[in-house]
């Protein structure tokens, strides 16, 4: 990356630094192509997941150059395994430095990772039935959730084609509602508005999970908590990207 760990990271990397942000070096060992727009990484982790240890849906900042200057994006950590120190990453690939990054990288190159503000606050009690908004961005995520809340019953409403993707859906138990993506997102929003309500009524724990770009992300979230009434501790609710 032409830069040192931890150095030369602008404000971003000041203020990690200041909160004792744990910085690695990461090293890929294998590359794969599942979709031409997607991609799929297995990396080294450099020592990571000994030190931080690990949890659902957990995420790590990678840096990225970006016309000289550097960029940090989040990635979801798949398959993570501390005992082997090797990790997965998957690219819902578009424009961009880390997408471009991605699609060149290969067995043998790097790439720094910061690991500071990733959690995962467990639902209490245990969720009757999930209510999961995603899409490729977050597919990581959605797959390492359902995983962490088995044998829990899911409806995901996923935005965009999920062709070939790499699903960790169970038919028995999850009911997966691929969603196109129209008018910025307010197709997916109107297509959960019609169906959440009547939904929630028929579960005595629900937890609802929201992973998709900002403003979608946030409209969702006001209106399950607001206008649903769902408790904060029961919504779980993240943008993943920005839509430009």
Request: neutral net charge; aromatic residues 8%.
């Amino acid at each position: 990356m032409g830069q040192g760990q931890g150095q030369g990271r602008g404000w971003e990397g000041t203020v990690l630094r200041l909160l004792r942000a744990k910085d690695f070096v990461c090293t890929v060992t294998d590359a794969e192509d599942v979709t031409p727009h997607y991609r799929r990484l297995r990396l080294t982790d450099g020592g990571m997941l000994a030190a931080t240890g690990v949890h659902p849906t957990m995420w790590v900042r990678l840096w990225f150059a970006n016309d000289g200057r550097p960029h940090q994006r989040a990635y979801t950590l798949v398959d993570p395994d501390p005992a082997a120190g090797t990790f997965g990453l998957e690219f819902a690939l578009h424009e961009g430095c880390a997408s471009d990054w991605a699609r060149a990288a290969k067995p043998g190159d790097t790439v720094e990772a910061t690991v500071q503000g990733s959690a995962f606050p467990w639902p209490r009690p245990e969720p009757s039935h999930v209510f999961a908004i995603a899409d490729p961005a977050s597919l990581p995520a959605l797959n390492s959730l359902l995983g962490a809340l088995d044998p829990a019953p899911a409806t995901i409403w996923f935005e965009g084609s999920a062709d070939g993707l790499p699903f960790h859906t169970d038919p028995t138990r999850h009911d997966l509602r691929p969603v196109p993506r129209r008018d910025s997102g307010a197709h997916l929003v109107a297509e959960v508005k019609s169906a959440l309500p009547v939904l929630l009524r028929t579960t005595p724990d629900p937890y609802v999970w929201i992973a998709c770009d900002t403003m979608t992300t946030r409209a969702l979230s006001a209106y399950v908590r607001k206008e649903l009434g769902v408790a904060k501790q029961r919504v779980n609710a993240l943008g993943y990207w920005r839509a430009a």
